[in-house]
């Protein structure tokens, strides 16, 4: 009843009036600083004094001639034509992403991102988590704290005090971002000092406590309409780029982790286009279909009521759900319960992996799950990763539950002398690991609190590195070309507060990108990503329905082997398909939920028996109905003509008949197909 948008707060006209001012004093400091300066910051070496001839290089070897602080990327999009100007977004100048609209400082690599770039999305979505910041200032007279683009969307926060975001508040939230994105509202980035932004950004401060994090000189801080917002950027060149947003969720969270004040978070999507948009909803309906926690839980009317967790997302129930293959519980949260087919699943990607490892010269070993703090603290995690640790109380002392391997498998090494004969040495461990993750963040098998991963460790020498670096590349070829999946490969280079000397990280980045040319496939940089002791090489699969998921990494480390004084050996982690469950639910959704595999199922003894299995309820009972077995396998029907002559008659999930065939003959053919590691074994049975 009545409109449920509060009391809408207006902008600072001093404070816009302020950024203006600052804003014309740089440019015109940009036009008069003298050549080579360095001022302003810019993404592209010495400076040229304004309307110096530059070239203009662009993908493909094409060139084009521009001007020094007068010439943009817009303009050069505009001048290739064919679109390009409508559609791109940011551009990346001698390596540095930016905007648009920003000019040219020098000679130029230029490239152009659209919406389907990753480099595009991300722009695009942090420019739309601009407009829904500005958009909640005004409508629910909230403080913008902060704003940030996902993988799949953007979310803002916002402090309203004890008030909260209502859910029947979303749609007029989501029109009146609309609004304000129809009236074109610019981007305007200014880089400024921190003194300069302090007085600027005084009235919020949430941005203030960000800015004091800021170790630079300067900083940057966009204007969008009323808005003024601390980011990094780049952003788009305005709000009319900007065709449909969907607002999605809002829920609560906290400024600066457990203990911080009470915020508001709104999670939305955008798209260029209405169309786009559209799609978006239909792939997200699908992928709610292929959800692997609705394949994987088990029906009520199988289950008889067994409670579930773990968010399951309301949909409409399809033959290929509710297989009972595992189910979460709230007195465990985030732990899964593998049921007697699921437990299945998991041994035979398990032993899948066993076999790789022994084929490769890998050694299994079993590690303790218990470990004194102490081990994490040499180790370097205990500094960066003591939060995600659980610890156990124990007497005389606190003990912690193991949430990797990689300082075990040094203790491993270390625990006897070792000689340059027994290098490379690779341990491969399937051990029980346990990491203290939000329960926000808990998501089926993706995203759990205990779990065990196809882990294991290479002690070789610096000569053997090269070798040892492309046998695993070739590793996740292998592995991933049985499970039907594509993948990607990024080489992640040290982030802030790494630990070590930069040249030994040079080292380590240069190895790792001679071994990506070398393997062949395209690969990209994802500066400032690797972890804090070393670069690594993250390796991402593609789902059913285009989405990509992180699930192994290659692991160059050179601090471990100097912390636990390791000799002959240089150390290394290799991730082939990430944790067994993640990456199981990922083929589940990718499958629809019934693995390519599925005919395979479970081993048969000999005998029609055996083979009833495989037909569900219906077959055990010489049922010879049309329809698939209610847990999506494959039909095998035995009825009493196929008992009499030891056949059995089977068929497809698509209802493709196979016809009757001899039992042995189904066994055998079986048999092949899973020892062959065939991906489409249905279609080739």
Same mark, same amino acid.
């Given at each position: ?31 008069? #600083?003298?050549?080579?300066?360095? +001022? ?11 309307? *110096?001839?530059?070239? =203009? ?85 909230? !403080?913008?704290?902060? !704003? ?69 000189? *300067? ?29 999605? *969720? ?17 999670? +939305? ?119 995600? =640790? ?39 461990? /399937? ?11 808990? !998501? ?24 040892? =670096? ?14 039907? /999946? ?57 789902? +059913? ?7 192994? *990494? ?39 939920? !019934? ?22 309820a219906g077959a055990g009972r010489g049922a010879r109905g049309p329809r698939a077995a209610a847990d999506g396998r494959a039909p095998a029907v035995v009825g009493r003509r196929e008992r009499e002559r030891g056949t059995v008659s089977v068929r497809t999930r698509e209802n493709r008949q196979l016809g009757e065939l001899e ?11 899973? #020892? ?10």
């Amino acid at each position: 009843p009545g409109d449920p948008r509060p009391q809408v707060s207006g902008p600072d006209p001093e404070r816009l009036r302020l950024f203006q001012r600052l804003r014309a004093a740089a440019a015109a400091a940009e036009r008069w #600083d003298g050549p080579g300066d360095g +001022a302003g910051g810019g993404a592209g070496g010495g400076r040229l004094p304004p309307g *110096t001839p530059i070239r =203009i290089a662009l993908p493909g070897g094409r060139r084009l001639p521009g001007r020094a602080l007068q010439t943009t990327p817009f303009q050069v999009a505009t001048e290739l034509g064919a679109g390009l100007a409508e559609a791109a977004l940011v551009a990346r100048v001698n390596g540095t992403l930016q905007d648009l609209d920003r000019p040219l400082e020098c000679d130029t690599d230029l490239e152009l991102f659209d919406f389907s770039t990753p480099e595009g999305r991300e722009a695009f979505w942090r420019s739309s988590a601009c407009v829904l910041g500005a958009v909640a200032e005004q409508f629910f007279g909230a !403080t913008l704290c902060s !704003t940030r683009a996902t993988e799949d969307g953007f979310f803002c926060d916002v402090h309203m005090g004890s008030r909260t975001v209502q859910s029947v508040e979303l749609p007029a939230l989501e029109e009146a971002c609309a609004t304000f994105a129809r009236a074109r509202h610019r981007f305007e980035r200014l880089e400024a000092t921190r003194q300069q932004l302090a007085e600027l950004l005084q009235h919020n401060r949430f941005q203030l406590e960000q800015l004091e994090e800021v170790t630079s000189p *300067t900083a940057t801080v966009y204007r969008c309409g009323p808005l003024l917002q601390l980011c990094r950027g780049p952003l788009l060149r305005h709000t009319g780029l900007i065709g449909a947003l969907r607002v999605l *969720t809002s829920s609560a969270a906290l400024w600066g982790g457990a203990g911080g004040r009470s915020l508001q978070r709104v999670a +939305a999507v955008a798209f260029p286009s209405a169309q786009e948009l559209e799609q978006w909803e239909r792939a997200q309906d699908e992928a709610a279909q292929r959800d692997h926690r609705r394949i994987g839980k088990v029906s009520p009317a199988r289950g008889r009521g067994v409670p579930h967790s773990h968010g399951d997302p309301p949909v409409t129930p399809s033959p290929l759900q509710d297989q009972e293959l595992f189910f979460f519980h709230k007195f465990s949260p985030g732990s899964c319960f593998f049921l007697p087919r699921g437990a299945h699943v998991y041994n035979t990607l398990v032993e899948f992996i066993r076999s790789e490892y022994r084929a490769r010269g890998f050694s299994e070993v079993v590690t303790p799950n218990l470990f004194s703090p102490q081990l994490w603290e040499l180790s370097g995690h205990w500094q960066h990763y003591s939060p995600h =640790i659980f610890s156990v109380p124990a007497t005389p002392e606190t003990l912690s539950l193991k949430p990797m391997n990689c300082p075990a498998h040094c203790l491993m090494f270390a625990h006897r002398p070792r000689s340059w004969r027994e290098l490379p040495l690779r341990l491969a461990d /399937f051990g029980v690991l346990h990491r203290n993750e939000p329960p926000g963040t808990l !998501t089926g098998l993706t995203r759990v609190r205990r779990f065990q991963q196809d882990d294991a460790h290479i002690f070789c020498t610096l000569e053997q590195l090269e070798s040892e =670096i492309d046998s695993s590349l070739d590793f996740i070829r292998t592995v991933y070309a049985v499970l039907g /999946f594509s993948f990607r490969l990024a080489l992640a280079t040290r982030p802030d507060g790494f630990l070590g000397d930069p040249e030994t990280w040079d080292r380590a980045e240069q190895q790792l990108e001679r071994s990506l040319q070398n393997f062949g496939q395209p690969w990209e940089l994802s500066p400032g990503d690797g972890a804090f002791y070393g670069p690594k090489i993250d390796i991402q699969i593609r789902d +059913a329905l285009g989405r990509q998921h992180q699930c192994g *990494t290659i692991q160059l480390d050179f601090q471990m082997p100097e912390r636990f004084e390791l000799e002959y050996a240089r150390y290394w982690e290799r991730g082939r398909i990430g944790a067994g469950g993640q990456n199981w639910g990922i083929s589940l959704r990718d499958c629809s939920g !019934t693995p390519p595999q599925t005919l395979l199922g479970p081993p048969c003894p000999p005998g029609v028996g055996g083979l009833l299995r495989l037909g569900g309820a219906g077959a055990g009972r010489g049922a010879r109905g049309p329809r698939a077995a209610a847990d999506g396998r494959a039909p095998a029907v035995v009825g009493r003509r196929e008992r009499e002559r030891g056949t059995v008659s089977v068929r497809t999930r698509e209802n493709r008949q196979l016809g009757e065939l001899e039992l042995p003959r189904v066994l055998r053919r079986l048999r092949e197909l899973r #020892d062959g590691r065939v991906p489409d074994a249905e279609r080739r049975f």
